[in-house]
């Protein structure tokens, strides 16, 4: 039989590896809903949906590895890392899905989203206020008009496999949806700077990296106290947080 892994786990979903079968967990159904139409929506390899009976989504397993984790050592050549910005941008340049997605907030809810976030970090000591003011400073610059484009959303690294130099397949698109192309660009490159060169490189088109690092910072103050009440440790090695000190 089969070892059972938990892949991740906490109090909204939780994804188990049985096999070559991944069962997705998530009492929010409409997250499942979204995730499904963009794996089928999306012109890039994505996984298998085996089958489906609520709360649970069965998807196969893809070949390959991935580049890297979060708080992690990256691997993979400067080729890979090209080709995984060149699946992106495939993403990206696809005819734009039905839902707007994470990635796709308005500047004014995302504007008082963060402003809120950043009062509580410093107000309950989780964060220095000279930390969290620097990192609001740069965050300022995702703010601006942008085309909207067919986004994952919580493309991180962990998210995206590769095989003998091609992407096999990106995984877990409940986020997915009409975005900013920004935002996909940063959250892969997330605590992997050194690879942002290479990913543009793939990607094909100038990027503005003043944008690239103020959704590094905008999406690390968001993340840190909600990774802590789930579970996480955003103060590990090459985390949010680390993240968060390397623009100072």
Known sequence: MDEVTVVVAHSERATLRVGDV??????????????????????VPTPKVLWRKPPVLAIAALPGRTLGRLGGPSTGSPAEWAAAGAAIRKLHDAPLPPRLGRAGRSVVALTAELDDECEVLVTN?????????????VAEAAFRPWTPAFTHGDLQVAHLF?????????????????????????????????????????????VDLDVIRAWWSLRSLLAVRWLIEHGFDPFAPGCEVDALRSRM
Request: glycine share 10%.
């Open 162 to 206: 590769v095989d003998d130099g091609e992407v096999t397949g990106i995984i877990d698109w409940s986020e997915a949806g009409r975005g900013d192309a920004l935002y996909d660009l940063a959250t892969f490159t997330l605590g992997h700077e050194e690879h942002l060169d290479d990913v543009i490189a793939g990607y094909g088109t100038d």
């Open 22 to 43: 991944f069962l997705k967990v998530d009492a929010d159904q409409a997250r499942i809903d979204v995730e499904v139409e963009a794996m089928s929506l999306a012109p």
């Open 125 to 137: 000591g989780v964060l220095p206020a000279d930390l969290v003011t620097r990192n609001r400073e």
